[in-house]
């Protein structure tokens, strides 16, 4: 938060930035702590209008934080509520914070609107820190929704702040993962390979065994993307002990497909199991239709247009377009061999329908 915000009184100032520093750093227990004692100031009267909807913002970003969204979004529209009087500080953090709020509600297309709001307050922001996390949010939502191009970008620039700051060194390694993964997807994998192997010398890459599993997954992706699989595995194999790492379902589902690929069918029926069954505990739709598509493809050959048509309606309805292209080119391809063209033409415009969308920002699926 800025250092030079005009605060009623300096015991107000420094219980607002110090809630706010916890609440980024995730201390809930510290946070909670902080959000009474302000409460209690607030309560005397004395605040100022400005201290008050930056207080109710910040509490909307402490909402956030606990999960507790819809109080999240009750405050984000109060202080919303008093747009045409809003100075640029408060309509900073109300674009930060509702892109955030969105992006938690998985309502990610309007959290890139609000984010892409934000960077005309920057200047108004101070801190070196605050800019490089924002940059750092945008980046990951860019490249959630495949905006490869403009994700990178963005990832570049928090690292450059990142690395003037030895003790965020744990969010410049996440910066270079990002970065990295949106390299893969550009196909500059030698720069993508350059920063994996940056980030797992990082030391707490070093001291942390999730931050290094991560890694490990994306060189496994990396090397996958380039069809060398003896090192994909290799990397890939690491990961499986580690059941709890976000990505799992993504490991096993590259396994899966590099030992059909190889014509591994005993290890790609184990890896294909091994993912259904961790669906059916994470019901995960994404990976349950990619492992179907894999398996019938290759396995369950009779099912597989029927597999891929109802992939099509599946992926187009969650706007996942790279999926949605590659399904509907396929089902093309194949309607127009059978001289189906009513069909093939169907597919084909849906396909050409997502182009733009592939070819200027790359998918990351």
Known sequence: M???VTFNSEELRELLNLW????????????????????????????????????????????????????????ISQVEGFSPYLKE????????????????????????????????????IQDEIEK???FDLFASALY????????????????????LYPAYERKLTRAKILIALNYIDMGEFDLAEEYLHSALQDRNAMNDEMVKVSIYHNLGLLYERKRLYGAATRYLKKVLPHQDFENYLSTLYMLTSISFDEEKFENAIK??????????QETDRDYYWKFKILYSRY????EYINVLTDAVDYFKGKKRFFETQICADELATF???????????????????????????????
Do not use: P, W
């Open 2 to 4: 800025r250092s030079d």
């Open 20 to 75: 706010y520093m916890n609440i980024k750093l995730k201390k809930v227990q510290a946070a909670e702590k902080l959000k009474t004692e302000v409460s209690e100031q607030l309560a005397k009267g004395e605040a100022n209008d400005d201290v008050v909807k930056l207080a109710l913002l910040i509490h909307s970003r402490h909402h956030i934080l606990c999960k507790n969204y819809s109080e999240a979004e009750k405050l």
């Open 89 to 124: 500080e408060h309509l900073y953090y109300l674009h930060l914070f509702k892109g955030m709020y969105l992006y938690s509600t998985k309502d990610y297309y309007n959290a890139i609107e609000e984010y892409g709001e934000v960077e005309s307050y920057l200047g108004y």
């Open 132 to 134: 490089a996390e924002f």
């Open 144 to 163: 959630y929704l495949d905006y490869t191009n403009r994700s990178a970008i963005y990832a570049e620039k928090a690292i450059y702040i990142y690395q």
């Open 271 to 280: 890896y294909y199991q091994l993912g259904m069954d961790y669906i059916g």
């Open 299 to 302: 396995i369950d050959k009779d």
């Open 335 to 365: 309607y127009s061999n059978e001289r189906d063209f009513e069909r093939a033409n169907h597919f084909y415009r849906l396909a050409l329908g997502n182009h733009n969308n592939i070819v200027m920002f790359h998918s990351r699926r």
